[in-house]
Protein backbone atom coordinates (compact mmCIF):
# COMPACT_ATOMS: atom_id res chain seq x y z
CA UNK A 1 0.00 0.00 0.00
CA UNK A 2 2.59 2.21 1.35
CA UNK A 3 4.30 2.72 -2.31
CA UNK A 4 0.70 4.15 -4.31
CA UNK A 5 0.89 6.79 -1.55
CA UNK A 6 1.82 10.36 -2.88
CA UNK A 7 4.22 12.24 -1.00
CA UNK A 8 3.27 15.71 0.26
CA UNK A 9 5.58 18.38 2.14
CA UNK A 10 2.24 19.02 4.05
CA UNK A 11 -0.36 16.90 5.20
CA UNK A 12 -3.22 18.81 6.55
CA UNK A 13 -5.05 16.38 9.27
CA UNK A 14 -7.91 16.54 11.47
CA UNK A 15 -8.14 14.97 14.64
CA UNK A 16 -10.96 14.65 16.62
CA UNK A 17 -10.81 14.09 20.42
CA UNK A 18 -13.81 11.65 20.50
CA UNK A 19 -13.70 11.58 24.63
CA UNK A 20 -14.74 15.82 24.23
CA UNK A 21 -17.26 15.74 21.87
CA UNK A 22 -21.22 16.31 22.58
CA UNK A 23 -23.07 15.40 19.77
CA UNK A 24 -24.18 18.66 19.33
CA UNK A 25 -24.02 18.50 15.95
CA UNK A 26 -22.88 22.24 16.01
CA UNK A 27 -19.71 20.71 12.77
CA UNK A 28 -22.81 19.39 10.58
CA UNK A 29 -24.70 23.05 10.53
CA UNK A 30 -21.04 25.06 10.20
CA UNK A 31 -20.27 22.66 7.01
CA UNK A 32 -23.61 22.71 5.79
CA UNK A 33 -23.63 26.73 5.89
CA UNK A 34 -20.05 27.25 4.90
CA UNK A 35 -20.23 24.77 1.56
CA UNK A 36 -23.33 25.72 0.43
CA UNK A 37 -24.93 22.21 1.08
CA UNK A 38 -28.57 21.85 -0.31
CA UNK A 39 -31.30 22.16 2.03
CA UNK A 40 -32.82 18.29 2.54
CA UNK A 41 -36.56 18.29 2.08
CA UNK A 42 -37.00 14.97 3.69
CA UNK A 43 -34.61 14.00 6.08
CA UNK A 44 -36.14 11.07 7.41
CA UNK A 45 -35.06 9.34 3.96
CA UNK A 46 -31.64 8.68 5.04
CA UNK A 47 -31.03 7.52 1.35
CA UNK A 48 -31.55 10.60 0.45
CA UNK A 49 -29.72 13.09 3.01
CA UNK A 50 -26.24 14.90 2.16
CA UNK A 51 -24.27 15.53 5.36
CA UNK A 52 -20.74 15.96 4.56
CA UNK A 53 -19.85 15.99 8.18
CA UNK A 54 -21.85 13.40 10.22
CA UNK A 55 -21.61 12.44 13.63
CA UNK A 56 -22.12 9.10 14.34
CA UNK A 57 -23.08 7.76 17.90
CA UNK A 58 -21.59 4.61 19.01
CA UNK A 59 -22.65 2.48 22.12
CA UNK A 60 -20.56 0.23 23.91
CA UNK A 61 -24.11 -2.01 23.96
CA UNK A 62 -23.51 -2.79 27.94
CA UNK A 63 -26.44 -2.08 29.96
CA UNK A 64 -26.80 -0.13 32.51
CA UNK A 65 -24.74 1.02 34.74
CA UNK A 66 -21.99 -0.13 32.17
CA UNK A 67 -23.60 1.28 29.42
CA UNK A 68 -21.43 4.16 27.60
CA UNK A 69 -21.77 6.26 24.64
CA UNK A 70 -20.03 8.50 22.20
CA UNK A 71 -19.94 10.74 19.45
CA UNK A 72 -17.92 10.19 16.63
CA UNK A 73 -18.09 13.30 14.17
CA UNK A 74 -17.28 12.00 10.16
CA UNK A 75 -16.22 13.89 7.24
CA UNK A 76 -14.22 13.12 4.22
CA UNK A 77 -11.30 10.69 5.71
CA UNK A 78 -8.84 12.09 2.75
CA UNK A 79 -7.12 9.03 2.61
CA UNK A 80 -3.86 8.64 1.42
CA UNK A 81 -4.20 6.14 -1.05
CA UNK A 82 -7.81 6.78 -1.91
CA UNK A 83 -10.12 4.15 -3.66
CA UNK A 84 -12.63 6.72 -4.77
CA UNK A 85 -10.11 8.26 -7.11
CA UNK A 86 -8.66 5.15 -8.65
CA UNK A 87 -12.25 4.14 -9.48
CA UNK A 88 -13.47 7.76 -11.06
CA UNK A 89 -13.28 7.16 -14.85
CA UNK A 90 -13.83 11.19 -15.35
CA UNK A 91 -10.76 12.29 -13.54
CA UNK A 92 -13.59 14.34 -11.32
CA UNK A 93 -11.88 13.55 -8.02
CA UNK A 94 -7.93 13.73 -7.56
CA UNK A 95 -5.31 13.73 -4.61
CA UNK A 96 -2.46 16.23 -6.72
CA UNK A 97 -2.42 19.19 -4.58
CA UNK A 98 0.14 20.06 -1.72
CA UNK A 99 -1.31 18.72 1.58
CA UNK A 100 -3.06 16.18 0.48
CA UNK A 101 -6.91 16.89 0.08
CA UNK A 102 -8.80 14.87 -2.29
CA UNK A 103 -10.82 17.14 -4.95
CA UNK A 104 -14.03 16.79 -6.07
CA UNK A 105 -14.45 18.61 -9.36
CA UNK A 106 -18.18 19.10 -9.55
CA UNK A 107 -18.58 20.22 -13.76
CA UNK A 108 -16.50 16.89 -14.02
CA UNK A 109 -18.55 14.69 -12.75
CA UNK A 110 -20.96 12.67 -14.46
CA UNK A 111 -22.88 10.89 -11.57
CA UNK A 112 -21.98 7.60 -11.93
CA UNK A 113 -21.51 6.63 -8.00
CA UNK A 114 -18.53 4.19 -8.61
CA UNK A 115 -16.46 6.72 -5.76
CA UNK A 116 -19.45 6.35 -3.45
CA UNK A 117 -19.18 2.21 -3.89
CA UNK A 118 -15.58 2.73 -3.47
CA UNK A 119 -15.59 4.82 -0.43
CA UNK A 120 -15.72 2.29 3.14
CA UNK A 121 -16.37 5.21 4.80
CA UNK A 122 -19.49 6.34 2.81
CA UNK A 123 -18.17 9.79 3.43
CA UNK A 124 -19.75 10.73 -0.47
CA UNK A 125 -23.25 12.18 -1.07
CA UNK A 126 -25.40 11.95 -4.55
CA UNK A 127 -27.22 15.33 -5.68
CA UNK A 128 -30.71 13.36 -5.96
CA UNK A 129 -32.55 17.08 -6.58
CA UNK A 130 -32.08 20.19 -7.62
CA UNK A 131 -30.70 22.38 -4.90
CA UNK A 132 -33.61 24.75 -3.58
CA UNK A 133 -33.39 27.47 -1.14
CA UNK A 134 -36.56 28.88 -0.13
CA UNK A 135 -36.69 32.71 -1.03
CA UNK A 136 -34.59 34.71 0.92
CA UNK A 137 -32.02 32.21 2.08
CA UNK A 138 -30.31 31.72 -1.08
CA UNK A 139 -28.73 35.11 -0.04
CA UNK A 140 -26.86 33.07 2.44
CA UNK A 141 -24.92 31.23 0.22
CA UNK A 142 -20.98 31.52 -0.02
CA UNK A 143 -19.56 32.47 -3.15
CA UNK A 144 -16.26 30.43 -2.13
CA UNK A 145 -17.61 27.18 -2.78
CA UNK A 146 -19.68 26.63 -6.03
CA UNK A 147 -22.86 25.18 -5.50
CA UNK A 148 -23.92 21.51 -7.01
CA UNK A 149 -26.57 20.73 -9.16
CA UNK A 150 -28.75 17.57 -9.45
CA UNK A 151 -27.01 14.32 -10.80
CA UNK A 152 -23.26 14.92 -9.55
CA UNK A 153 -21.67 13.83 -6.21
CA UNK A 154 -19.88 15.91 -3.56
CA UNK A 155 -18.08 15.54 -0.51
CA UNK A 156 -16.00 17.40 2.13
CA UNK A 157 -13.00 19.57 0.81
CA UNK A 158 -11.76 20.33 4.06
CA UNK A 159 -12.99 23.70 3.33
CA UNK A 160 -10.16 23.88 0.47
CA UNK A 161 -11.45 27.61 0.12
CA UNK A 162 -10.36 28.63 3.59
CA UNK A 163 -7.02 27.30 2.35
CA UNK A 164 -6.72 29.32 -0.93
CA UNK A 165 -7.60 32.36 1.24
CA UNK A 166 -5.25 31.42 3.55
CA UNK A 167 -1.96 31.22 1.21
CA UNK A 168 -2.95 34.22 -0.39
CA UNK A 169 -3.18 36.14 3.45
CA UNK A 170 0.91 34.72 3.60
CA UNK A 171 1.67 36.21 -0.07
CA UNK A 172 -0.13 39.85 0.85
CA UNK A 173 2.28 39.54 4.14
CA UNK A 174 4.86 38.23 2.20
CA UNK A 175 5.17 35.31 4.64
CA UNK A 176 6.50 32.93 2.00
CA UNK A 177 9.64 31.98 -0.30
CA UNK A 178 8.35 32.23 -4.19
CA UNK A 179 8.56 28.50 -5.27
CA UNK A 180 8.89 26.66 -1.98
CA UNK A 181 5.87 25.02 -0.54
CA UNK A 182 3.74 27.69 1.85
CA UNK A 183 4.06 26.49 5.28
CA UNK A 184 0.83 28.22 6.96
CA UNK A 185 1.56 28.71 11.13
CA UNK A 186 -0.96 26.77 13.29
CA UNK A 187 -4.39 27.91 13.11
CA UNK A 188 -4.46 30.03 9.92
CA UNK A 189 -6.10 27.49 8.06
CA UNK A 190 -8.81 25.44 9.65
CA UNK A 191 -12.10 24.07 8.86
CA UNK A 192 -15.44 25.46 9.44
CA UNK A 193 -16.20 22.63 11.75
CA UNK A 194 -13.22 22.61 13.97
CA UNK A 195 -13.74 26.38 14.46
CA UNK A 196 -17.13 26.22 15.23
CA UNK A 197 -17.06 22.79 17.78
CA UNK A 198 -17.94 24.36 21.30
CA UNK A 199 -16.01 21.92 23.08
CA UNK A 200 -12.45 22.24 20.97
CA UNK A 201 -12.30 18.61 20.42
CA UNK A 202 -11.62 19.29 16.44
CA UNK A 203 -8.19 20.40 16.08
CA UNK A 204 -7.32 20.64 12.74
CA UNK A 205 -3.41 21.29 11.02
CA UNK A 206 -0.38 20.43 9.22
CA UNK A 207 0.55 16.67 10.20
CA UNK A 208 4.42 17.30 9.22
CA UNK A 209 4.42 20.60 11.00
CA UNK A 210 5.95 20.05 14.67
CA UNK A 211 4.31 23.69 15.65
CA UNK A 212 0.87 22.51 14.47
CA UNK A 213 -0.91 21.20 17.43
CA UNK A 214 -2.07 17.93 15.43
CA UNK A 215 1.51 17.43 15.53
CA UNK A 216 1.57 17.53 19.18
CA UNK A 217 -0.62 15.47 20.10
CA UNK A 218 -0.16 12.79 17.41
CA UNK A 219 3.82 12.56 17.68
CA UNK A 220 4.57 14.59 20.29
CA UNK A 221 7.64 15.70 20.53
CA UNK A 222 9.46 12.90 17.80
CA UNK A 223 11.66 14.12 15.14
CA UNK A 224 10.07 15.67 12.10
CA UNK A 225 11.95 14.36 9.40
CA UNK A 226 10.98 10.93 10.99
CA UNK A 227 7.43 11.54 11.10
CA UNK A 228 7.34 13.32 7.36
CA UNK A 229 9.33 10.07 6.17
CA UNK A 230 6.23 7.54 8.37
CA UNK A 231 3.78 9.76 6.64
CA UNK A 232 4.64 9.20 3.35
CA UNK A 233 5.05 5.71 4.05
CA UNK A 234 1.49 5.66 4.79
CA UNK A 235 1.80 5.86 8.61
CA UNK A 236 0.10 2.74 9.12
CA UNK A 237 -0.34 1.04 12.69
CA UNK A 238 -0.97 1.93 16.15
CA UNK A 239 3.05 1.83 16.06
CA UNK A 240 5.33 1.99 13.24
CA UNK A 241 6.91 -1.07 13.26
CA UNK A 242 8.84 -0.65 10.22
CA UNK A 243 12.15 -0.85 11.72
CA UNK A 244 15.45 -0.88 10.13
CA UNK A 245 16.05 -1.00 6.38
CA UNK A 246 11.57 -0.53 6.56
CA UNK A 247 12.11 3.41 7.69
CA UNK A 248 12.41 5.22 10.99
CA UNK A 249 10.71 4.22 14.20
CA UNK A 250 7.45 6.42 14.77
CA UNK A 251 5.25 6.24 17.78
CA UNK A 252 1.29 7.50 17.56
CA UNK A 253 -0.38 8.90 20.42
CA UNK A 254 -1.89 5.02 22.06
CA UNK A 255 -5.14 6.25 22.02
CA UNK A 256 -4.97 7.86 18.38
CA UNK A 257 -6.49 5.59 15.55
CA UNK A 258 -7.62 6.13 11.95
CA UNK A 259 -11.15 4.77 10.77
CA UNK A 260 -11.02 1.11 9.50
CA UNK A 261 -7.56 1.10 8.96
CA UNK A 262 -6.69 -2.07 8.07
CA UNK A 263 -7.91 -1.40 4.90
CA UNK A 264 -4.87 0.76 4.06
CA UNK A 265 -6.40 3.46 2.94
CA UNK A 266 -4.07 5.73 5.39
CA UNK A 267 -6.83 8.35 6.14
CA UNK A 268 -5.94 11.83 7.13
CA UNK A 269 -8.41 11.83 9.72
CA UNK A 270 -7.34 10.42 13.45
CA UNK A 271 -9.18 10.14 16.24
CA UNK A 272 -8.62 10.31 19.70
CA UNK A 273 -10.22 8.23 22.62
CA UNK A 274 -9.01 7.01 26.27
CA UNK A 275 -11.87 4.57 25.96
CA UNK A 276 -10.98 1.44 24.70
CA UNK A 277 -14.13 0.02 23.46
CA UNK A 278 -14.43 3.48 21.53
CA UNK A 279 -10.92 2.25 19.28
CA UNK A 280 -11.41 -1.02 18.81
CA UNK A 281 -15.10 -0.07 17.15
CA UNK A 282 -13.10 2.34 15.25
CA UNK A 283 -10.48 0.01 14.43
CA UNK A 284 -11.62 -3.67 14.86
CA UNK A 285 -9.50 -5.81 13.51
CA UNK A 286 -6.61 -3.72 13.64
CA UNK A 287 -6.78 -4.70 17.51
CA UNK A 288 -7.68 -7.84 17.25
CA UNK A 289 -4.54 -8.24 15.13
CA UNK A 290 -2.44 -6.41 17.39
CA UNK A 291 -3.78 -8.35 20.55
CA UNK A 292 -2.88 -11.33 18.77
CA UNK A 293 0.42 -9.94 17.67
CA UNK A 294 1.20 -9.64 21.67
CA UNK B 1 -27.98 -0.64 -68.51
CA UNK B 2 -29.12 1.23 -71.37
CA UNK B 3 -32.64 2.36 -69.54
CA UNK B 4 -30.15 3.78 -66.09
CA UNK B 5 -27.95 5.40 -68.72
CA UNK B 6 -31.15 7.62 -69.67
CA UNK B 7 -32.48 8.45 -66.53
CA UNK B 8 -28.80 10.01 -65.28
CA UNK B 9 -29.06 13.77 -65.68
CA UNK B 10 -25.99 13.68 -67.58
CA UNK B 11 -23.35 10.99 -68.77
CA UNK B 12 -20.12 10.64 -70.48
CA UNK B 13 -19.27 7.21 -72.50
CA UNK B 14 -16.26 7.62 -70.87
CA UNK B 15 -17.76 6.85 -67.12
CA UNK B 16 -16.01 10.06 -65.64
CA UNK B 17 -18.49 11.94 -62.86
CA UNK B 18 -19.79 15.72 -64.53
CA UNK B 19 -19.44 18.49 -62.41
CA UNK B 20 -23.23 19.31 -62.52
CA UNK B 21 -24.52 16.61 -60.44
CA UNK B 22 -21.42 18.40 -57.65
CA UNK B 23 -22.67 21.83 -57.40
CA UNK B 24 -25.42 21.46 -55.11
CA UNK B 25 -23.42 20.25 -52.60
CA UNK B 26 -20.77 22.96 -53.40
CA UNK B 27 -23.46 25.54 -52.22
CA UNK B 28 -25.11 23.42 -49.52
CA UNK B 29 -21.43 23.63 -48.20
CA UNK B 30 -20.55 27.07 -48.77
CA UNK B 31 -23.93 27.95 -47.05
CA UNK B 32 -23.10 26.00 -43.92
CA UNK B 33 -19.58 27.79 -43.77
CA UNK B 34 -21.73 31.03 -44.09
CA UNK B 35 -24.35 29.80 -41.50
CA UNK B 36 -21.54 28.12 -39.21
CA UNK B 37 -19.03 30.70 -39.09
CA UNK B 38 -20.95 34.23 -39.34
CA UNK B 39 -24.43 33.71 -39.01
CA UNK B 40 -24.31 31.44 -36.06
CA UNK B 41 -21.65 33.66 -33.76
CA UNK B 42 -23.91 36.82 -34.95
CA UNK B 43 -27.02 34.77 -33.33
CA UNK B 44 -25.19 33.16 -30.11
CA UNK B 45 -22.95 36.28 -28.92
CA UNK B 46 -24.58 39.60 -28.42
CA UNK B 47 -22.28 42.80 -27.97
CA UNK B 48 -22.50 45.05 -25.33
CA UNK B 49 -20.93 48.15 -24.79
CA UNK B 50 -19.67 49.57 -21.37
CA UNK B 51 -22.00 52.63 -19.82
CA UNK B 52 -19.36 55.25 -20.21
CA UNK B 53 -16.79 55.15 -22.82
CA UNK B 54 -13.63 54.69 -21.76
CA UNK B 55 -9.96 54.69 -22.92
CA UNK B 56 -6.93 52.61 -21.29
CA UNK B 57 -5.04 53.86 -24.43
CA UNK B 58 -4.84 57.61 -22.92
CA UNK B 59 -4.61 56.78 -19.54
CA UNK B 60 -1.84 54.58 -20.24
CA UNK B 61 -0.09 57.20 -22.47
CA UNK B 62 -1.15 60.05 -20.45
CA UNK B 63 -1.66 59.12 -17.00
CA UNK B 64 -0.46 56.07 -15.22
CA UNK B 65 2.32 53.95 -16.11
CA UNK B 66 1.22 50.65 -14.90
CA UNK B 67 -1.93 48.59 -14.34
CA UNK B 68 -1.77 48.41 -10.77
CA UNK B 69 -2.31 52.18 -10.62
CA UNK B 70 -5.82 51.21 -10.80
CA UNK B 71 -6.32 47.91 -11.07
CA UNK B 72 -4.47 46.88 -7.69
CA UNK B 73 -4.52 44.81 -4.79
CA UNK B 74 -5.84 45.58 -1.53
CA UNK B 75 -3.77 43.51 0.71
CA UNK B 76 -4.30 45.84 3.80
CA UNK B 77 -8.30 45.55 3.36
CA UNK B 78 -7.50 42.08 3.29
CA UNK B 79 -9.25 41.77 -0.26
CA UNK B 80 -6.27 39.51 -2.22
CA UNK B 81 -7.95 40.66 -5.87
CA UNK B 82 -6.97 43.49 -8.12
CA UNK B 83 -10.65 44.77 -9.02
CA UNK B 84 -12.15 47.83 -11.21
CA UNK B 85 -11.34 50.99 -9.48
CA UNK B 86 -14.11 53.01 -8.13
CA UNK B 87 -14.69 56.68 -8.62
CA UNK B 88 -12.87 57.42 -5.35
CA UNK B 89 -9.86 56.36 -7.24
CA UNK B 90 -10.31 58.22 -10.37
CA UNK B 91 -11.79 61.51 -8.32
CA UNK B 92 -7.85 62.08 -7.83
CA UNK B 93 -7.68 63.16 -11.25
CA UNK B 94 -11.07 64.08 -12.74
CA UNK B 95 -12.58 66.43 -9.90
CA UNK B 96 -12.77 68.81 -12.85
CA UNK B 97 -13.33 67.87 -16.71
CA UNK B 98 -9.40 67.20 -17.94
CA UNK B 99 -10.62 67.17 -21.48
CA UNK B 100 -13.25 68.31 -23.45
CA UNK B 101 -15.29 64.77 -24.39
CA UNK B 102 -18.65 64.30 -24.01
CA UNK B 103 -17.62 60.67 -22.12
CA UNK B 104 -15.63 62.67 -19.78
CA UNK B 105 -18.35 65.41 -19.08
CA UNK B 106 -20.59 63.06 -18.25
CA UNK B 107 -18.55 61.03 -15.82
CA UNK B 108 -17.42 64.36 -13.51
CA UNK B 109 -21.37 64.27 -13.33
CA UNK B 110 -21.71 61.35 -11.79
CA UNK B 111 -19.00 61.69 -9.51
CA UNK B 112 -20.24 65.02 -8.64
CA UNK B 113 -24.03 63.01 -8.01
CA UNK B 114 -21.92 60.25 -5.74
CA UNK B 115 -22.85 57.69 -8.12
CA UNK B 116 -20.80 54.68 -9.57
CA UNK B 117 -19.86 53.50 -13.12
CA UNK B 118 -20.97 50.19 -13.54
CA UNK B 119 -18.71 48.65 -15.67
CA UNK B 120 -19.00 45.56 -17.80
CA UNK B 121 -16.16 43.27 -17.12
CA UNK B 122 -14.45 41.73 -20.06
CA UNK B 123 -13.38 38.48 -18.54
CA UNK B 124 -15.94 37.08 -15.59
CA UNK B 125 -14.91 33.42 -14.88
CA UNK B 126 -17.28 30.75 -14.01
CA UNK B 127 -18.29 30.03 -10.72
CA UNK B 128 -16.45 27.21 -10.00
CA UNK B 129 -13.08 28.20 -11.21
CA UNK B 130 -10.87 30.17 -8.44
CA UNK B 131 -8.31 32.73 -9.12
CA UNK B 132 -5.96 34.65 -6.86
CA UNK B 133 -4.15 37.57 -8.91
CA UNK B 134 -1.94 37.45 -5.76
CA UNK B 135 -0.75 34.00 -6.96
CA UNK B 136 0.13 35.31 -10.17
CA UNK B 137 2.22 38.24 -9.90
CA UNK B 138 5.67 39.27 -10.64
CA UNK B 139 6.64 37.80 -7.36
CA UNK B 140 5.86 34.47 -7.89
CA UNK B 141 6.22 34.28 -11.87
CA UNK B 142 8.58 36.80 -12.43
CA UNK B 143 11.19 34.41 -10.61
CA UNK B 144 11.56 31.74 -13.27
CA UNK B 145 10.17 34.85 -15.92
CA UNK B 146 12.25 37.58 -16.23
CA UNK B 147 11.30 38.49 -19.71
CA UNK B 148 8.37 39.95 -17.42
CA UNK B 149 10.35 41.99 -15.46
CA UNK B 150 10.93 44.54 -18.37
CA UNK B 151 7.28 44.62 -18.84
CA UNK B 152 4.96 43.67 -16.20
CA UNK B 153 2.08 44.51 -18.54
CA UNK B 154 3.16 41.73 -20.28
CA UNK B 155 2.11 39.39 -17.35
CA UNK B 156 -1.36 40.71 -17.71
CA UNK B 157 -1.71 40.48 -21.21
CA UNK B 158 -1.16 36.57 -20.91
CA UNK B 159 -4.48 36.46 -19.82
CA UNK B 160 -6.41 39.89 -20.61
CA UNK B 161 -6.86 41.17 -23.45
CA UNK B 162 -4.79 44.07 -24.72
CA UNK B 163 -6.85 47.13 -24.58
CA UNK B 164 -3.81 49.77 -24.70
CA UNK B 165 -3.60 49.52 -27.87
CA UNK B 166 -7.68 49.86 -28.87
CA UNK B 167 -8.82 53.08 -29.26
CA UNK B 168 -11.86 53.57 -26.73
CA UNK B 169 -14.14 50.52 -25.10
CA UNK B 170 -14.14 47.40 -27.09
CA UNK B 171 -17.35 46.26 -27.55
CA UNK B 172 -17.98 42.90 -25.37
CA UNK B 173 -19.14 39.78 -26.76
CA UNK B 174 -21.55 37.98 -24.51
CA UNK B 175 -22.98 34.49 -24.95
CA UNK B 176 -26.81 34.21 -24.98
CA UNK B 177 -26.93 30.94 -23.64
CA UNK B 178 -23.94 30.74 -20.74
CA UNK B 179 -23.67 34.60 -20.68
CA UNK B 180 -19.72 34.21 -20.28
CA UNK B 181 -17.87 36.55 -23.00
CA UNK B 182 -15.86 35.85 -25.70
CA UNK B 183 -12.57 36.22 -23.20
CA UNK B 184 -13.82 34.47 -20.70
CA UNK B 185 -11.04 32.16 -20.08
CA UNK B 186 -11.23 28.72 -21.41
CA UNK B 187 -9.36 25.81 -19.31
CA UNK B 188 -6.56 25.24 -22.09
CA UNK B 189 -5.40 28.27 -21.52
CA UNK B 190 -4.90 27.82 -17.94
CA UNK B 191 -3.54 24.84 -18.43
CA UNK B 192 -0.83 26.33 -20.85
CA UNK B 193 0.90 27.45 -18.17
CA UNK B 194 -0.63 24.93 -15.25
CA UNK B 195 -0.29 21.95 -17.13
CA UNK B 196 3.60 22.52 -18.03
CA UNK B 197 6.32 19.88 -16.62
CA UNK B 198 7.91 22.61 -14.82
CA UNK B 199 5.30 23.24 -12.50
CA UNK B 200 3.95 20.36 -12.11
CA UNK B 201 6.68 18.19 -11.26
CA UNK B 202 9.00 19.66 -8.02
CA UNK B 203 11.74 21.53 -9.70
CA UNK B 204 13.97 20.09 -6.75
CA UNK B 205 13.27 16.48 -7.74
CA UNK B 206 12.61 15.39 -4.37
CA UNK B 207 9.93 13.31 -4.57
CA UNK B 208 7.52 15.85 -3.19
CA UNK B 209 4.50 16.76 -5.30
CA UNK B 210 4.12 20.84 -6.65
CA UNK B 211 6.81 23.30 -5.15
CA UNK B 212 5.74 26.21 -7.15
CA UNK B 213 2.05 25.90 -5.71
CA UNK B 214 0.99 25.82 -9.47
CA UNK B 215 0.62 22.58 -10.72
CA UNK B 216 -2.44 21.46 -12.47
CA UNK B 217 -4.62 19.45 -9.21
CA UNK B 218 -8.02 20.21 -9.68
CA UNK B 219 -8.21 22.11 -6.92
CA UNK B 220 -5.70 24.64 -7.40
CA UNK B 221 -8.40 26.38 -10.05
CA UNK B 222 -12.12 24.56 -8.92
CA UNK B 223 -13.41 25.27 -5.57
Redesign the interface.
Known amino acids: MSAKI????TVWGMVVDIDKCTGCGACMVACQAENNVRITTDASNKLRTNTWMLVYQLTNGESFPHHDVAYLPRPCQHCGVPSCVSVCPA????K???GG?V?Q????CFGCRYCMASCPYHARYFNWYDPHWPEGMDKTLS?????RPRGVVEKC?FC??RL??A???A???GNYT?????HLPDGEYITACTETCPNGAITFGDLKDPEHQVYKILWGEQDAEAVSEYLDMGGDGPTAHHGEGHGPLVTRNPNAFRLLEELGTAPQVYYVSRREWVRKQGNHSAMEATQAHH | MEERNSTQACSRDDGRPCLGAAAPFFVGFVAALVVGWWIFPKVLFTEETQPIEFSHKTHMEEAVDSCEYCHF?D?DA?L?FSGLPTTEQCVDCHMAPLGDTEAELEFVEMIEAGEEVEWLVYQRQP??A?F?H??H?L??CG??HPEFEDSPQALCNQCHPDLIEAEGSLPIEVNRLTGYTTETMKMWECEECHAYPDHVYD?NDD???????A??????C??
Open positions: KKFNIATDNEDISIYPRPDVSVSHHMEKDRRAQPLETI | ETGMDNYSMASDNMCLGHLDATDNNGCHVHK
